[in-house]
């Protein structure tokens, strides 16, 4: 392969393997917040067991989205140095915020938050697990305001410079809030939150479902499913229609995107939407399609009369993406979307009748579906990454023209050769097999050893067996009580 194709591959490894855990820790965040926010307002000592639980899981999770993000920027210099040269100034000053407002701030509060318990009081304990919390959520918005910015760049003006003779090209702000809120980067903001706290909220109720198999830490997982629950259902309805609102936006900014996703070769007006298929870009069809006639065009317009442009009218002007994993990917994510809203409003329904943790075929879907989170994750991103090639950095529009933007063919670094990127895609390969075995072991170490059991709550622990020490207690009060 030539060193543009597996430089991306290289960086599709990374950032997949490292994506896996800022979304934990921006769901788990808020988890935590609500755990001790409630332990605050009812003193009930299991909050208390539940929210340092969940905080060992989290600082595990931080500590590997640390590890793993680092390698990528070190590959903005080493394999995309025109593309660095080209984004210096609009990723320096977003990548500059999110240090100074976000990582410096969630950082600053992961010590209190780790090593507090008992340390600080119970309200500064809060005040930390809401910073470090609010630092997650922060450093999102900056990252994705850049990521936002590549796929529709705005605040900006294109410079050339002259370095040794040669004349390179800079984007450079002229409107640093037109950079900020550029056309994609609310829509995509909303869609990575909610992609985040679904991701959290599949992984307390994976957890807590395998402990109600198992009979272990009743009252915990009990308590932990059903606001894993409530959290995942609400986020899932609301996913809904943040991907609506997002696909439309796709449709006027970037509509080569759109096109690959729904597999849209020819303008047509009466736009199908395919619920799955096989595009063969060789016949120009989808084939095993099941679509909706008209229904694209109706979400993107309003109106199913009005055509939607297929990319043999859009391939001369924006390039052609890669059809088949755009597609795949845009509707393997809609497919786990759709699955979550049928299973986790089938579970609210069975909680509120009382008989959710006797299903136990549901209990088991639910200890594997934050695989499916994680996938749901990853394909949307790959739908968006994907979708936007040939472009690294995508054109504006202006006057209905297709202006600026940098290729990703132009954006690799002179200096390397195939066989470097290679070698590091091999050693990337190893150390990441690596470091998910060890997350794994210590993530299974942790679940095994469960919550710390909680004492004074009614004479009973956590796994709802009465405890001798406390029974004691208890009955020990009652009676100083009745002599008095």
Not at 38 to 50: I, K, Q
Not at 78 to 96: P, Q
Not at 185 to 190: A, D, K, M, P, V
Request: hydrophobic content about 50%.
């Amino acid at each position: 392969m030539d060193v543009v194709t597996l430089s991306r591959v290289q960086f599709a490894l990374t950032i997949m393997f490292h994506y896996i855990f800022p979304p934990l820790t921006i769901g788990l965040g808020v988890v935590l917040v609500y755990l001790e926010g409630m332990f605050l307002r009812t003193g009930d000592p299991l909050y208390e067991s539940a929210a340092k639980f969940w905080t060992r899981i989290f600082g595990l999770n931080f500590a590997m989205g640390v590890v793993t993000g680092i390698v990528m920027e070190f590959e903005f210099g080493t394999n995309w140095a025109v593309y660095s040269r080209y984004v210096g100034d609009v990723f320096g000053s977003a990548l500059a915020a999110e240090g100074i407002f976000a990582f410096f701030l969630e950082s600053g509060f992961l010590a209190l938050l780790l090593f507090g318990w008992g340390v600080v009081g119970p309200k500064m304990h809060f005040f930390a697990t809401v910073m470090v919390a609010i630092g997650g959520i922060f450093s999102s918005i900056w990252i994705t305001v850049a990521n936002s910015w590549q796929q529709t760049p705005a605040g900006h003006i294109i410079r050339e410079h002259v370095i040794n003779g040669r004349v390179f090209r800079r984007a450079e702000i002229v409107d640093f809030w037109a950079l900020v809120f550029n056309p994609s980067s609310i829509q995509r903001l909303i869609h990575v939150w909610l992609g985040a706290f679904i991701l959290g909220a599949f992984f307390v109720m994976s957890i807590s479902a395998w402990y109600i198999l198992k009979n272990r830490h009743l009252e915990f997982a009990q308590r932990s499913f059903t606001g894993g629950l409530i959290l995942a259902t609400i986020c899932s309805l609301a996913q809904l229609g943040s991907g609506h609102f997002q696909a439309v936006g796709v449709a006027e900014n970037q509509p080569a995107k759109l096109a690959a996703m729904e597999g849209l070769f020819a303008t047509e007006s009466h736009a199908p939407m395919h619920l799955f298929g096989w595009p063969d870009e060789e016949s120009k069809t989808v084939r095993y399609s099941v679509a909706i006639p008209g229904l694209l065009s109706w979400l993107v317009h309003f109106d199913a009369a009005k055509p939607v442009a297929g990319l043999n009218d859009l391939e001369s002007q924006w390039g052609r993406p890669p059809v088949w994993l755009t597609f795949q990917s845009y509707h393997l994510m809609i497919a786990i979307g759709m699955l979550f809203i049928v299973t986790t409003l089938l579970a609210s329904f069975l909680r509120w009748r009382g008989t959710l943790f006797t299903k136990r075929w549901l209990l088991w879907y639910f200890v594997f579906a934050v695989i499916l989170a994680i996938v749901g994750n990853e394909t949307g991103w790959a739908a968006a990454e994907v979708g936007r090639q040939p472009w690294i950095v995508y054109p504006t529009i202006a006057n209905g023209a297709a202006e600026g933007g940098l290729r990703t063919s132009d954006a690799i670094s002179e200096a390397i050769g195939p066989a470097h990127v290679l070698g590091s895609i091999i050693m990337f390969s190893i150390v990441y097999v690596l470091l998910f075995i060890l997350w794994v072991f210590l993530l299974n170490n942790k679940i095994q050893h469960g919550p710390e059991p909680v004492t004074g709550r009614e004479g009973t622990s956590t796994s709802g067996v009465p405890n001798d020490t406390a029974r004691r207690v208890s009955r020990r009060r009652s009676l100083t009580e009745t002599d008095s």
